[in-house]
């Protein structure tokens, strides 16, 4: 259903002291239990000016389904190689060309 889409992913926090983490990438597979990206990083830090720190390449990530507090379809041609962010009062976005920017988490959570 999302194999060979852009996607971002974000993880469920099971603690309130967790940093907000998610992933954008390309899906490779998709089941009932997993799913498959080659993905980049992002997770809040206040260490970074920009609130984000980003993985510098993307690397393979299965994320079991039960970890996945939501997954956002970004458009086909979204590069994730030029990931940007972007702040809107208190909270983060990703940058996305055409629909909506999409919501990564809020400034103070880093």
Do not use: C, H
Request: proline share 5%; aromatic share 8%; hydrophobic share 40%.
């Amino acid at each position: 259903m999302i194999k060979d889409r852009i996607v971002r992913v974000k993880l469920k926090k099971f603690y309130k002291e967790q940093k907000p983490f998610s992933f954008v990438g390309k899906v490779t597979a998709f089941s009932e239990g997993w799913v498959v990206l080659d993905a980049r990083g992002i997770m809040l830090s206040r260490a970074q000016s920009n609130g984000v720190q980003v993985d510098s390449r993307a690397n393979p990530v299965m994320i079991p389904r039960e970890n996945i507090e939501s997954i956002r379809v970004l458009p086909d041609n979204y590069d994730i190689n030029n990931i940007t962010v972007t702040t809107e009062g208190q909270q983060l976005k990703l940058v996305v060309d055409g629909p909506r920017d999409v919501f990564i988490g809020e400034l103070g959570e880093g």
